[in-house]
């Protein structure tokens, strides 16, 4: 009997309170904010490895995409979101008793000038990402997944730095 009261008690409780949660991590009010306009990011780095841009480029329209309601317009967005690739460089990172690289790191840089035009703010900024790999492996062993996580990295950094409340 004291089960199935307590038990009655707690799915009442329950039943009356509603959580809501954003999983995205977007915080946009669409009732103001509709568009974004998301120009190319051309790849100014040193070190220009083709398949880069390409990849940057689509990764940051489609993580707006499925992370928010907003269209994607080619101009006159509420928001407009521009940059550039400013680094993609390959570094020795630790030297093994033979006086060579045995660890080397590929470093993606990543600079943004974000404009909320419904609000006024602006934000520019530099975002990178790493990571490192062993020098038994050639950069072209490794190059196409690395700049697949590197690529990821720096998106999410990009999409929590101008859309996301963290």
Not at 101 to 130: C, P, R, W
């Amino acid at each position: 009997m004291k089960r199935t009261l307590l038990a009655t008690l707690v799915m009442m409780i329950c039943s009356s309170c509603l959580v809501s949660y954003k999983f995205n991590g977007a915080s946009i009010d669409y009732t103001k904010t509709k568009s974004i306009t998301i120009s190319e990011f051309p790849n100014y780095a040193p070190l220009v490895y083709t398949p880069l841009t390409i990849q940057l480029n689509d990764a940051i329209a489609n993580k707006f995409a499925q992370q928010t309601r907003l269209n994607i317009v080619r101009t006159g967005g509420d928001l407009q979101l521009d940059g550039e690739i400013t680094g993609y460089q390959l570094a020795a990172t630790a030297i093994g008793a033979d006086n060579r690289a045995s660890e080397n790191k590929l470093t993606l840089t990543v600079k943004i000038h974000f404009v909320n035009n419904v609000t006024g703010d602006e934000i520019e900024n530099q975002f990178s990402a790493y990571r490192t790999f062993s020098s038994s492996s050639t950069l072209n062993d490794v190059q196409d997944g690395l700049i697949s996580e590197l690529v990821e990295e720096v998106v999410d950094q990009i999409f929590n730095a101008t859309v996301a409340n963290w």
